[in-house]
C-alpha cells in the first residue's frame, strides 16, 4: 500500500510460432459481429509524453485513417495528449489508465470495447529508469534496494503485461481487421540493457532486471497466444537511446550519432511494427530490425 501511493505520487510526475500456413496459422474467430475499422484501432500504453506520445502523433497524423486510444495516469494534464484531440477529436480517445491498479486497466479494456468491441495494436510503452530521491540506476550492487526493484517491476515488468491481459479478447477478436495485417500485434517496449546475453557493463539492477522480466513475460504470453493459434503476435522493440525526459540524466556519453530524436526512432519502429510477420512472434528487435540476443 506504502509502494503504491510512493508510485502514484511520484509519476504524476512522470510453443513459439512455427510457419503454418495462412489458414493454420491463427484461429478463425468470426469478425462478423465486430465492426470494420478501417485503418485498424491502436492502443498506446503510457502516452502522456515520450516515444508514447509520439507513437499517438504517427499513428494521427502519417495516416488518414484509423483510431487511436492513447491511456495515461492524468489525462487532464496531458498538454500534448488533449492538443491531438483538438486536431482529431474523431479519431483519437483519452482514457485514464495507471499501471499500478488493475481496476483502471480493466476499465480502459470496458471502455474500448464498448466503443469499439477490438484492438488491433497495443503499444505499451511506460517505463521509470530514474526519479530523483526515490529509484537511480545502481551502479554496485551496494545501492541495490527492496523499494528500488520493486517499483522498477512493478512499472517496467508486471504493470505491462497485465494491460496484455485485459486487452487479449479485444485484439483475439480484432485480428489484423481493418488494417494490411492478418494478427494484432502487441508490441511492448523493452530496451536492451535487458539482454542478459548483451550484459557486459554490469550496474542498473533494477532497470536492467525489470526488462528482462519484461522479455520472459512477453515470449511466454506470445507461446500462449501461439498455441491457442490467436491472431495475435507478441514482439519487444528497443527504440535506441531517445532523447527523452527519461534518458535525459544519462546521455553525457551518449554518441551524438546514437542519440535518437522522438521521431525518428518511433518512425523506425512503426516501419517495423507495419511490416512485421508472423515468425517474429516472441522475439526481441532493435530500432534497426535487428534482433536482440536474450
Not at 83 to 111: G, Y
Not at 163 to 185: E, N, Q, Y
Given at each position: 500500500m506504502k509502494l503504491n501511493f510512493v508510485v502514484q505520487r511520484v509519476l504524476m510526475s512522470s510453443?513459439?510460432?512455427?510457419?503454418?500456413?495462412?489458414?493454420?496459422?491463427?484461429?478463425?474467430?468470426?469478425?462478423?459481429?465486430?465492426?470494420?475499422?478501417?485503418?485498424?484501432?491502436?492502443?498506446?500504453?503510457?502516452?502522456?509524453?515520450?516515444?508514447?506520445?509520439?507513437?499517438?502523433?504517427?499513428?494521427?497524423?502519417?495516416?488518414?485513417?484509423?483510431?487511436?486510444?492513447?491511456?495515461?495516469?492524468?489525462?487532464?494534464?496531458?498538454?500534448?495528449?488533449?492538443?491531438?484531440?483538438?486536431?482529431?477529436?474523431?479519431?483519437?480517445?483519452?482514457?485514464?489508465?495507471?499501471?499500478?491498479?488493475?481496476?483502471?486497466?480493466?476499465?480502459?479494456?470496458?471502455?474500448?470495447?464498448?466503443?469499439?468491441?477490438?484492438?488491433?495494436?497495443?503499444v505499451n510503452s511506460s517505463g521509470i529508469l530514474s526519479i530523483p530521491d526515490l529509484l537511480q540506476p545502481e551502479t554496485t550492487l551496494t545501492k541495490v534496494h527492496r523499494t528500488s526493484l520493486l517499483l522498477a517491476y512493478e512499472i517496467n515488468a508486471v504493470g505491462?503485461?497485465?494491460?496484455?491481459?485485459?486487452?487479449?479478447?479485444?485484439?483475439?477478436?480484432?485480428?489484423?481487421?481493418?488494417?494490411?495485417?492478418?494478427?494484432?500485434?502487441?508490441?511492448?517496449?523493452?530496451?536492451?540493457?535487458?539482454?542478459?546475453?548483451?550484459?557486459c557493463l554490469g550496474g542498473w539492477h533494477s532497470y536492467r532486471s525489470s526488462k528482462s522480466a519484461l522479455n520472459q513475460l512477453t515470449k511466454t504470453v506470445s507461446v500462449e497466444f501461439a498455441r491457442k493459434k490467436d491472431p495475435i503476435i507478441c514482439i519487444l522493440l528497443h527504440p535506441g537511446t531517445v532523447d527523452t525526459d527519461l534518458s535525459r540524466p544519462f546521455q553525457k556519453n551518449v554518441p551524438e550519432d546514437k542519440l535518437f530524436t522522438r521521431e525518428f526512432s518511433v518512425q523506425k519502429l512503426l516501419s517495423f511494427i507495419n511490416n512485421a510477420k508472423g515468425s517474429d512472434n516472441g522475439k526481441f528487435f532493435a530500432w534497426d530490425s535487428r534482433e536482440i540476443p536474450w
Open positions: 510453443p513459439y510460432l512455427m510457419p503454418f500456413s495462412r489458414a493454420r496459422m491463427f484461429s478463425s474467430t468470426s469478425f462478423s459481429a465486430v465492426k470494420r475499422w478501417e485503418g485498424g484501432v491502436s492502443m498506446i500504453q503510457g502516452a502522456s509524453r515520450g516515444i508514447g506520445l509520439e507513437f499517438v502523433r504517427q499513428l494521427l497524423e502519417k495516416n488518414d485513417k484509423g483510431y487511436v486510444v492513447a491511456t495515461c495516469r492524468n489525462p487532464n494534464g496531458a498538454t500534448g495528449l488533449l492538443e491531438l484531440k483538438n486536431k482529431f477529436a474523431e479519431r483519437l480517445d483519452i482514457h485514464q489508465l495507471d499501471l499500478t491498479i488493475e481496476s483502471t486497466i480493466e476499465e480502459a479494456a470496458k471502455c474500448v470495447r464498448e466503443k469499439y468491441g477490438c484492438l488491433n495494436l497495443l505491462p503485461i497485465l494491460v496484455v491481459k485485459h486487452m487479449w479478447p479485444l485484439l483475439k477478436v480484432g485480428g489484423g481487421s481493418g488494417t494490411k495485417r492478418d494478427f494484432a500485434i502487441v508490441a511492448n517496449i523493452s530496451a536492451r540493457v535487458g539482454s542478459i546475453g548483451d550484459n
